[in-house]
């Protein structure tokens, strides 16, 4: 046997565990995501977080995985993940200042806040190239809907990945309360669509989800 033949059959179990963290980190697995938990210990309740969901008014314990644990940049300038809002669902408008759809779906979302932020937490992800104040000076400039801002981070481009068919913006990611993207919408949604189907992320028996954005 050659000495590259025993450094390939080697690589195999690295490549393996490479695949299940990343795939089980993002939830793009379900089966990674539990061997992940299994072997970081994450399954014990003391790593739960209390949350209250949408539809209901009592807490849950509510373990932050996939969406809610990818690394993204606020607008301080500082590193941070959307744990905190485990348990509920949370829609995602990847964006950029300069974007005219981009801008249209935020008018869309501004003027349904009420009924969008009833149902799911509101997340603005920027690829303006200019970082955090880029953004800062033009929300100053134009405000937006009540959102929380984030930059994009090379970790939740590789989350969004395996469903983000085109090189476009605006993108409209649907995630549902576990953590798992339920959707990714390339354009404009209509509030209609986007509204029911944040609604039924949130229900402990999701009904089936709009055919069409509109």
Known sequence: MTRRTILSIAAVPAIAVAYVVVMGSTGACATCADLLAWATGEGSDAAATTVVNADSTSSTAVRPAGMFTVPLIDLEGRTTTLAAHAGRPMLIEVWATWCGPCRKVRSIIKEHQAALSDVATLVGVSVDQ???????????????????????????????????????????????????????????????????LLRNLGRATPAAAPDEAG
């Open 130 to 196: 200019g970082g955090p104040a880029a953004v800062t000076r033009y929300l100053e400039k134009s405000p937006g809907p009540d959102m929380l801002e984030f930059m994009v981070t090379p970790e939740f481009r590789a989350a969004i990945k395996p469903l983000d068919t085109q090189n476009t913006i605006p993108k409209l990611v649907y995630v549902g309360p576990d953590g798992r993207i339920a959707n990714l919408s390339h354009g404009v949604n209509s509030p209609t669509f986007m509204t029911a």
